[in-house]
């Protein structure tokens, strides 16, 4: 996969009820009442007609509400593109379940991970009859299936983090770069840094995330002293982009360095070579430094980055794992919260509920991962924590959000 690593509206705290309006985690639960003992020898009774049979379901459907959903997986696909769909559809039927009373039938269709077989799947949803589109899971195959249903007028909700392919009526519930060094400079800012160097990947990834710094830092009261790019996986130019901000890296107090775990350790052993010192510097990252090579990196003890509060994830986690013997893949999540989203729109205005209008409302959703918003151009807001890495593990410097009314968010 090319994508990194991720409801009812809320009204002040409700929204993470566990309710059908307030919607998430454990939506509802049923027991059942244990039978009585059994006598030995049943009295005689009167034979019951047999009960009529119940038509078996399409092994492509989940749920058995009125409203229909479509959920378009590459399901087919090959390597960590199928490992990835199966979790997110493993999800999506938990929601289902867990959802009280969800009116909706989630009808599943394999884009095979391409282009074209996004677009074939999302005209056979459109013909039978889906009112909103759940996935796909890459920029190439929501930007196809997204070309069908703007066409109709259906909304769309995928999973890619290329916000490229996000506009009205496509919206991405994945998350998105962007996010990350918005929280994390701004929590950096209010604990009192206010110049910053940053080492960034050449890469799609370095670009976004360089963009969203620069547009942040002087916003939240910082200034960019220094910005350099290297080559992923070049430990030569790790070093030469080293030397080229040294100078800069002397009058700075936080240090950006997103990239994964991989990199990090190697591009802050060629600051070291390059004569940085680099005590007393705040190391910023993003969700990729949520990798347990980077949480036991001596280097990056007290660093910080922005995640969701990891304590629902280990709950759904949890539940996940009861119900289908394995763990989920990290962003399986999403599916669970898309198909709830759903659902809580379907009971609260049916049919009707399907339109941007709901689904930008400002106040936004409760989801496992906390809460989230939906811009009009398709891109997402999310109430993210603020983790700080101390000895092998993390630590919540800064709790999530309850509510888009805080931390001016």
Known sequence: MTEPRKPAQLGARAALRHSRRGFLLMAGSATLAACGSIPDSPPPQAALPPAPAVPAQPTNVLGTGTVRIGLILPLGASGNAAVAAQSLKNAADMAIAEFTGANIQLIVKDDGGTGPGAQTAAQQLMDEGARAVIGPLFAHTVAAAGQVTRSRNVPL???????????????????????????????????????????????????????????????????????ERYAPGNAGDYAEAARRIAPSAAQADALFLPDSGEAVPQVLQAMSGAGINLSGKQLIGTGLWDSPTLLNAPQLQGGLFAAPDPAGFRAFSQRYEARFGRKPVRTATLAHDAVSLMAALVNTGGEAGLNDTAIQNPSGFGGIDGIFRFRADGTNQRGLAVMRIASGSTQIASPAPRSFAEQGI
């Open 157 to 227: 909700v995928g999973f890619s983090t290329d916000t490229n392919v996000a506009t009205r009526g496509v919206y991405l519930l994945s998350f998105l770069p962007q996010t990350d060094v918005v929280r994390a400079v701004r929590y950096a800012s209010s604990s009192g840094r206010r110049a910053y160097i940053a080492m960034l990947p050449d890469n799609a990834y370095g670009s976004v995330v360089e963009a969203a710094f620069r547009e942040t830092v002087p916003a939240a009261g910082g200034r960019v002293v220094g910005l």
